[in-house]
């Protein structure tokens, strides 16, 4: 069986047959913050790897460990616990220098997948690649939450509601556990830090393969057609 291309795994003669023929590197970018009672709190961090994982296999390229590092979390936002809120110079410098190095590694096109989007976070993390861009005309750098690149088809990012808690039933089945959410009564960000469609009605394997299916194919046209770019 082929190794996934994950970079801290990968040998040096590997990743530079990676840079020869497609030099992108994946990025995914998460945090550490309460998912509900029914999902782990390495949520976002670990959709976006699944999904740069998925994306690579049809691209080339390397993927990154995980970053967890997220700004504008639920426990600055509504007093979650199990939950590290990271500031937004900290996420800036090290997003700076992970694209700095990855440029100085030879790698082309490097794609920021956030799988955690708080509105400042976004903001933050667009502002360093924007930048970065500006500085750096030969590189392509893509940046956005995964969910947006597939909004066309329907597809909606949440928190902890049956999207995110979807793909997690398809990624890490054994990490979700619907059994832990309250009954009778509706679940709330304030209450239960879940937010979107109800995950105990909509949350299926079979609902978050689609989403995965959709997000991988519009992320696979976006990454190949960057690839274009830098190679005209
Ligand atoms: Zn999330």
Redesign the pocket.
Known sequence: MERAPRYEFMRPEEIDAVLKTSPVAYIPW??L?W?GLHNCIG??AL?AHAICLDTAKQTGGVVLPPVYAGFQTMKPYRGFKHTIEISAETIQRLLHEYLEQLTDEGFKVLVVLM???GKAHVDAVTQVCEEFSKSHPDVVVLAFPEYLVAVDDGVR????GAY?TALMMHYYPETVDLSRLPTGRALTVDEDGIGGDDPREKATAQYGRWLAERIVQRLVERVKEALQRIKA
Do not use: I, N, S, T
Request: hydrophobic share 20%; net charge negative.
């Open positions: 998460g945090a913050e998912h949520l976002d959709k799988g955690h989007y990012g949440d928190h902890a995110e």
